[in-house]
């Protein structure tokens, strides 16, 4: 049974930083593309950033290119999101999710297999 549970989010200020962890099980971590979504309110969800878990692959939106870094540890079956020069416009509610690698194209449409809860993220002006 697939499970991914993401943490990390909170309250920070404009320009803060804050990592955003996502912890996988049920499932071996070969092989796989996992993708960090966001969803404010009123707003369509929003694919930021993928990794596939052999790490060799990485992939950022333009909204947040430069200022987020995705990561991959595989020996805890998790992976993070760094989250730097936060605005408030990144406040919404975050999301890990996880694909196939032969199905990697399916992040470009939110069409992953597994998702997790949210975790929300506010930044204050």
């Known amino acids: 049974d697939v499970q991914l549970q993401a943490s990390g989010g909170g309250l920070v200020q404009a320009g803060g930083s804050l990592r955003l962890s996502c912890a996988a099980s049920g499932f071996t971590f070969d092989n796989y593309i996992v993708g960090w979504f966001r969803q404010a309110p009123g707003k369509e969800r929003e694919g930021l950033s993928c990794i596939s878990t052999s790490a060799d692959i990485t992939y950022y939106a333009d909204s947040v290119k430069g200022r987020f870094t995705i990561s991959s540890d595989n020996a805890k079956n998790t992976v993070y999101l760094q989250m730097n020069s936060l605005k408030p416009e990144d406040t919404a509610v975050y999301y890990c999710?996880?694909?196939?690698?032969?199905?990697?194209?399916?992040?470009?449409?939110?069409?992953?297999?597994?998702w997790g809860k949210g975790t929300l993220v506010t930044v204050s002006s």
């Open positions: 999710a996880v694909v196939s690698l032969d199905r990697a194209w399916a992040f470009v449409v939110g069409g992953m297999d597994s």
